[in-house]
Nanobody
Framework: QVQLVESGGGLVQAGGSLRLSCAAS????????MGWYRQAPGNERELVAT??????KYADSAKGRFTISRDNAKNTLYLQMNSLRPEDTAVYYC??????????????WGRGTQVTVSS
């Protein structure tokens, strides 16, 4: 079983920055796509950014402000968020797809970390 644990959320003023981390643990042979999603109260979960070994993809709302990256040696995903806005307030979730050490495909979600941006 692969577990994802997010950290780095918190309360920040508009214009500020936060760096989210997501550590993957368990029997992992290979991590393929990883991503950040967010869900604000009353809204559906939405894509923020994804990363594979060859590409990154951002939601329009994240372009130019957020940067997704990963440390493959540490099985850790990051999201650097700059110029934060009140509308970025949400629970941020980490997602990962890959192959376990037993040779099985997996897809996992973390439990989320709260990001609150005050105006």
């Amino acid at each position: 079983q692969v577990q994802l644990v997010e950290s780095g959320g918190g309360l920040v003023q508009a214009g500020g920055s936060l760096r989210l981390s997501c550590a993957a643990s368990g029997s992992i042979l290979r991590l393929n796509a990883m991503g950040w999603y967010r869900q604000a109260p009353g809204n559906e979960r939405e894509l923020v950014a994804t990363i594979t070994s060859v590409s990154t993809k951002y939601a329009d709302s994240a372009k130019g402000r957020f940067t997704i990256s990963r440390d493959n040696a540490k099985n850790t995903l990051y999201l650097q968020m700059n110029s934060l806005r009140p509308e970025d307030t949400a629970v941020y979730y980490c997602n990962a797809w890959g192959l376990t050490g037993e040779g099985r495909d997996f897809g996992s979600w973390g439990r989320g970390t709260q990001v609150t941006v005050s105006s």
